[in-house]
């Protein structure tokens, strides 16, 4: 009876599921602007669920799409301020931005 209340899961749905999980876990390298490690975490994960949620690759692509945006803005949110530039004088006496050491 459990068996039959249960939504059969294609083998081309679970394998576009495991791919999407496992380049989630390449989503967080250091030179990448933070709002992407959100997106592609984000964009793998709502594929993931959306794809078995349906069991259709049209609800695996709308749950790609929502994860990344949801994903991305939440990242984006929660990135620090940059840090405010760094002033000098010049032989004038006029200010002028320079580089931060």
Do not use: H, W
């Amino acid at each position: 009876m459990l068996e039959a209340a249960m939504p059969k899961v294609t083998p081309q749905v679970a394998m576009f599921a495991a791919l999407a999980l496992l380049l989630a876990g390449c989503a967080g390298t250091a030179r990448e602007p933070p709002p992407v490690n959100g997106m592609l975490l984000g964009g793998a994960t709502g594929a993931a669920i959306g794809g078995l949620a349906t069991n259709s690759a049209g609800g695996a692509l709308a749950g790609g799409l929502l994860g990344a945006a949801v994903g991305g803005a939440a990242e984006a949110s929660a990135a620090p301020p940059p840090p405010p530039p760094c002033y000098a004088r010049d032989p004038y006496g006029r200010m002028r931005p320079v580089p931060c050491y």
